[in-house]
């Protein structure tokens, strides 16, 4: 897999929005071995819906579209705030920046 992004802008948010992030393969045939998300800051810690801090809050989409790796999160946390990095084969990565502002946006 050949990432299509390798540098992303950072992406702003607010306490309870979702964010996707995004991580393909250039080759919309491509179905890579292995990938996994990371959150940088928290040693790393895997983005999944197997760790509590994340449960039932994220979605991935490589089981529909094999080279779609996008991570959905929602109800997000300040405490998400930080850089996440999808890593495919354990070779190739791409980071983005998430920023989590703590007061909802105000619709006038």
């Given amino acids: 897999c050949t990432l299509s992004e390798t540098r992303q802008k950072p992406k702003t948010k607010y306490t309870g ?3 996707l992030l995004s991580c393909s ?8 071995e292995d990938f996994r998300w990371t959150h940088v800051e928290s040693n790393e810690t895997e ?15 490589h089981k529909t579209t ?3 790796l996008s991570l959905f ?3 997000l946390t300040e405490e998400d705030q ?3 990095r999808c890593t495919i084969n354990n070779k190739t990565s791409t980071n983005t920046s ?8 105000v619709v006038k």
């Fill in 98 to 105: 998430l920023i989590v502002k703590g007061e909802t946006a």
């Fill in 66 to 68: 094999p080279s779609n």
């Fill in 47 to 61: 983005v999944s819906n197997k760790t509590p801090r994340y449960k039932d809050r994220v979605h991935t989409f």
């Fill in 73 to 75: 999160i929602s109800n």
């Fill in 17 to 19: 929005d979702s964010v």
């Fill in 25 to 32: 393969c250039k080759d919309p045939n491509t179905k890579p």
């Fill in 82 to 84: 930080g850089t996440y």
